[in-house]
C-alpha cells in the first residue's frame, strides 16, 4: 500500500515508517518542511500542516490507499475535525483505512477495574479533553465507506524516547528518581515497535469503526519505572513521590495530571483479533539495561545486527546481576562456558577451570546478598571477532533495596565472552575495584 502518514517525523512516526517500509509498504511522509529529509526511508514526501487544515487539501490523492494520522492534536477541537474531514473526504466511498492516533488517556482513572478494554466508556484527563469527540468523528467515517480505525497506544517507550526519557533526565537532573502524585500510580506502556508494528496490522486489516489500544503492558508501577530510569541515568537512590501541585511547576498543570494518572488497560484485543504480538522488553527492562542506557562498541558496523549482539550481552551481564543478587549459584554458573573458564576475583583470587569456579561460587554465594549486592552495566564492547567480545563492566555496590553504598569502591569487571551455539558465555572474567 502507498500509506498517507503525518507525524512521520516524529518518535512513533519514525518507527511506524520502518515498520510499514518493512511490510513491503510505501510511506508518503506530510510534513511541515518543504526540506527533503534523506535517509527517512520515505518513498514521497508532501507538504502540509495540520493547524492549517486546508493546507492538507491535495495530499490525499486517488494512488494513497491509506492514512496513518500521527500528528498531534492542535489544541482548536475545531481545527482537529477539519483535519479529519480534509484527511478522509478523499477516501469516502473506497473503503481505504484511515487511522486515527488518540491515547489511552481519553479513558482517565481506571480505579478499581483491571485491564480495561476498548468497550469501556471515555472519561478524558483535561489534557486530552475533546478527543473522544475526535474519536467519534473518525469513526463515523465509517458510515460514508471509509475504513475508520482508531488506536490509542499506553505510554510509548524504547528507542530511548518518549516519556520514560523524560524520567531519566528529571533523575540525573533532580538527584534522585521520581514519580508523580500517589505512591501506588500505574501506567499502561508500549515498545515503540510493537506498537509501530499495530499501526501496521491497523492498516492492514482492522476493520472500519473499530478501537484497539496499542498496550503491551497493562499497568507498570511508575515506582519501578522512576527506579529504572534511575538506573538509566546512573542514580541509584530511593525514587522519590512527587505531590502532583509540585510537579506542575515543573510540567505544566495538564501535564503533570497526565504522569500522576493511574491506569490498568488491557491490549489483548488486538493481540487476539488482529494477531498483534507486543514482543519487545517491558519498560522496566528496556529502562534499566536497554535503549536509555547507550553503550559504546567498537569493532563491529553500526546496525541491527550488531544491536542485537549488544543486546544479547546485556542480558548475560543482566544474568550475572540476577544471580548474584538472589545468590543463585546455578544460574552464577551458567553464565560460564563449560570449557576452561577462568576468573580472577576482585581481590584478586585466580580461579581455574569450571570446577574450581563452581565450588568457590557455591562456598561465597549463599548469603552474600544479604547486607550488600551490586548492579552491573555494561559500558563498552569490543568485538574481536563476530564470535568474540570483550566486555568492560561497571558493578557498583547496593543495598538490597537498589540504593548505592557510597562508602564501598565499585568494582570494574572485564569479560571475555565467547558466542557457541548461538549463547554469549563467559570464557574469561577478571575483576578490578576502582580506587580513583
Ligand atoms: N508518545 C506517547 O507516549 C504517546 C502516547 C499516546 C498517544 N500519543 C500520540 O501519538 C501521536 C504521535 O506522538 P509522538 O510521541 O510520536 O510525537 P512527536 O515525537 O512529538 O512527533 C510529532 C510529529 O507530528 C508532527 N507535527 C507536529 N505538529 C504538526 C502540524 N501542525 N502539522 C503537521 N505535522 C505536525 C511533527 O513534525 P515536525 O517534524 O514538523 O515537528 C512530528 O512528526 C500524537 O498524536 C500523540 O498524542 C503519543
Known amino acids: 500500500m502507498k500509506v498517507l502518514l503525518t507525524g512521520a517525523t516524529g ?16 510511506v508518503v511522509a506530510l510534513t511541515r518542511s518543504a526540506e527533503p529529509q534523506p535517509g527517512r526511508g520515505w518513498h514521497a514526501q508532501v507538504v502540509g500542516d495540520t493547524a492549517d487544515p486546508a493546507s492538507l487539501a491535495g495530499a490525499v490523492t486517488p494512488e494513497i490507499d ?9 489544541g482548536d477541537a475545531d481545527v482537529d475535525i477539519a483535519v479529519i474531514e480534509a484527511l478522509t473526504t478523499p477516501l469516502r466511498g473506497t473503503g481505504r483505512p484511515f487511522v486515527y492516533t488518540s491515547g489511552v488517556w481519553v479513558l482517565g482513572a481506571t480505579g478499581e477495574a483491571q485491564e480495561v478494554g476498548e468497550d469501556a466508556p471515555t472519561d478524558p484527563i483535561d489534557i486530552v479533553g475533546y478527543r473522544p469527540r475526535i474519536e467519534r468523528r473518525v469513526l463515523a467515517e465509517t458510515a460514508e465507506g471509509v475504513r475508520a480505525v482508531v488506536v490509542r497506544p499506553g505510554i510509548v517507550y524504547g528507542r530511548g524516547g ?16 521520581e514519580y508523580y502524585g500517589e505512591e501506588g500510580v500505574r501506567w499502561p506502556t508500549v515498545h515503540v515497535d510493537d506498537l509501530a508494528e499495530l499501526f501496521v496490522a491497523a492498516v492492514e486489516r482492522a476493520e472500519a469503526g473499530t478501537v484497539w489500544h496499542g498496550v503491551g503492558e497493562s499497568a507498570v508501577p511508575v515506582r519501578d519505572l522512576a527506579r529504572a530510569a534511575g538506573r538509566a541515568a546512573g542514580v541509584l537512590a530511593a525514587p522519590r513521590a512527587v505531590p ?40 522496566v527492562a528496556e529502562l534499566m539495561s536497554g535503549s536509555y542506557r547507550p553503550v559504546e562498541v567498537f569493532g563491529a558496523p553500526d546496525g541491527p545486527e550488531t544491536d542485537a549482539e549488544v543486546a544479547a550481552i546485556r542480558r548475560l551481564v543482566a544474568e550475572v546481576e540476577h544471580a548474584q543478587q538472589n545468590e543463585l549459584a546455578d544460574r552464577f554458573l551458567g553464565v560460564f562456558r563449560q570449557e576452561d573458564p577462568v576468573w580472577t576475583t576482585g581481590h584478586g583470587r585466580r580461579l581455574s577451570g569450571f570446577e574450581e569456579i563452581a565450588t568457590f561460587t557455591r562456598k561465597v554465594l549463599p548469603g552474600a546478598a544479604a547486607e550488600a549486592t ?27 533495596d537498589g540504593t548505592r553504598i557510597t562508602d564501598r569502591p565499585e568494582g570494574r569487571p572485564f569479560y571475555v565472552l565467547v558466542k557457541e551455539d548461538g549463547a554469549w558465555r563467559i570464557g574469561a572474567a577478571q575483576n578490578t575495584i576502582a580506587v580513583d
Open 374 to 400: 551490586a548492579v552491573y552495566d555494561v559500558e563498552r564492547v569490543l568485538f574481536l571477532r563476530p564470535d568474540v567480545a570483550a566486555v568492560n563492566v561497571r558493578q557498583q555496590p547496593v543495598r538490597p
Open 162 to 177: 518518549g516519556i520514560p526519557a523524560i524520567l531519566v533526565d528529571r533523575a540525573r537532573l533532580q538527584g534522585a528518581p
Open 244 to 283: 502532583v501541585e509540585q510537579a506542575a511547576e515543573a510540567f505544566g498543570a495538564l501535564f503533570a495530571d497526565a504522569l500522576a494518572l493511574d491506569q490498568s488497560v488491557s491490549g489483548a484485543a488486538a493481540v487476539t483479533a488482529l494477531g498483534w504480538r507486543p514482543v519487545r522488553p517491558g519498560a
Open 66 to 74: 491509506a492514512v496513518i494520522h500521527l500528528a498531534p492534536p492542535s
Open 11 to 26: 518518535y512513533i512516526g519514525s518507527a511506524v515508517t520502518e515498520h510499514l517500509a518493512a511490510a513491503g509498504h510505501q
